[in-house]
């Protein structure tokens, strides 16, 4: 099986510069060999490229908040990498939880959280299946449509 690094070249992806924290927190915390980051919003060039709610007439579509939280999977993964050498270091994801703004009635949370578990398993393979929650809530930080928290196993 390939490296993380080789599946990223051949997916034609590269891993965003990271954002530095706005407010009292760290983008990224090691303990031992767990790696828990702050929450990543789609951030493409400092900017939120997915803002608004989800669902309804109104708001995002379901495909809009799953290129949303694939973005924020894939700025999660460079919050990572930096923090630990190298996307390589990066040995199993645990954990992901999807906050998905989203307007009165939508309830495909789960689907929109699909977006950032395929793109995981794209450059984690095997690694890179988790365990999951995805959640509606009202609003989400700079009006972002959706959030998404990691947490990584880290090679010692």
Same mark, same amino acid.
């Given at each position: 099986?390939?490296?993380?690094?080789?599946?990223?070249?051949?997916?034609?992806?590269?891993?965003?510069?990271?954002?530095?924290?706005?407010?009292?927190?760290?983008?990224?915390?090691?303990?031992?060999?767990?790696?828990?980051?702050?929450?990543?919003?789609?951030?493409?060039?400092?900017? +939120?490229?997915?803002?608004? =709610?989800?669902?309804?007439?109104?708001?995002?579509?379901?495909?809009?908040?799953?290129?949303?939280?694939?973005?924020?999977?894939?700025?999660?993964?460079?919050?990572?990498?930096?923090?630990?050498?190298?996307?390589?270091?990066?040995?199993?994801?645990? =954990?992901? +939880?999807?906050?998905?703004?989203?307007?009165?009635?939508?309830?495909?949370?789960?689907? +929109?959280?699909?977006?950032?578990?395929?793109?995981?398993?794209?450059?984690?393979?095997?690694?890179? =299946?988790?365990?999951?929650?995805?959640?509606?809530?009202?609003?989400?930080?700079?009006? %972002? %449509?959706?959030?998404?928290?990691?947490?990584?196993?880290?090679?010692?």
């Amino acid at each position: 099986m390939s490296k993380p690094s080789e599946r990223l070249r051949e997916l034609g992806l590269t891993l965003p510069p990271v954002t530095k924290p706005v407010g009292a927190y760290v983008p990224a915390l090691r303990h031992g060999d767990v790696l828990f980051l702050s929450g990543q919003i789609p951030l493409r060039e400092g900017n +939120v490229a997915y803002a608004g =709610k989800v669902g309804g007439s109104t708001g995002r579509t379901l495909e809009d908040a799953q290129a949303a939280a694939r973005l924020c999977a894939l700025n999660a993964v460079g919050v990572a990498a930096d923090a630990v050498g190298g996307i390589d270091r990066l040995t199993r994801v645990l =954990k992901v +939880v999807v906050y998905v703004a989203s307007n009165a009635g939508f309830t495909d949370q789960h689907k +929109v959280a699909n977006g950032a578990s395929d793109l995981l398993a794209e450059v984690f393979g095997e690694a890179g =299946k988790h365990a999951r929650a995805a959640v509606g809530v009202a609003e989400l930080p700079l009006n %972002s %449509s959706v959030e998404v928290d990691v947490t990584f196993a880290v090679s010692s």
